[in-house]
C-alpha cells in the first residue's frame, strides 16, 4: 500500500469511529479491505463487527469477525444461506 493510500485509509477510519455511537454494538463495512476499521472498531469495544469486500483471495477471520469476499448484498445472502 502508498503513503498516500494509507494515509486516505486512516483519515477515512477516524471520520468513520468520529460518528459512531458509543452504543453501537454491531457494525458492517462494505469494501473493508483487509479489515482496517473492523479491527479499530473492535479495539473500542464493539462486539461484532463484519465486512466484505470484492478484491479479496478468501474470507478472513479477525477476533470474531467475518470478512467476507465478494459484493454487498450477494455476499450476505450466500453467506445467511450457508448457515441454514
Keep these: 500500500m502508498k503513503y498516500i493510500d494509507r494515509s486516505l485509509q486512516r483519515w477515512r477510519t477516524n471520520v468513520a469511529l468520529g460518528v459512531m455511537s458509543n452504543s453501537a454494538h454491531k457494525a458492517f463495512d462494505i469494501g473493508c479491505g483487509y479489515g482496517y476499521l473492523?479491527?479499530?472498531?473492535?479495539?473500542?469495544?464493539?462486539?461484532?463487527?463484519?465486512?466484505?469486500?470484492?478484491?479479496?483471495?478468501?474470507?478472513?477471520?479477525?477476533?470474531?469477525?467475518?470478512?467476507?469476499?465478494?459484493?454487498?448484498?450477494?455476499?450476505?445472502?450466500k453467506s445467511e444461506q450457508k448457515n441454514l
Design 38 to 77: 473492523l479491527r479499530m472498531v473492535l479495539a473500542r469495544g464493539l462486539q461484532c463487527a463484519d465486512g466484505c469486500d470484492p478484491r479479496l483471495y478468501e474470507v478472513e477471520k479477525i477476533n470474531s469477525s467475518n470478512v467476507l469476499q465478494g459484493f454487498f448484498p450477494a455476499v450476505i445472502i
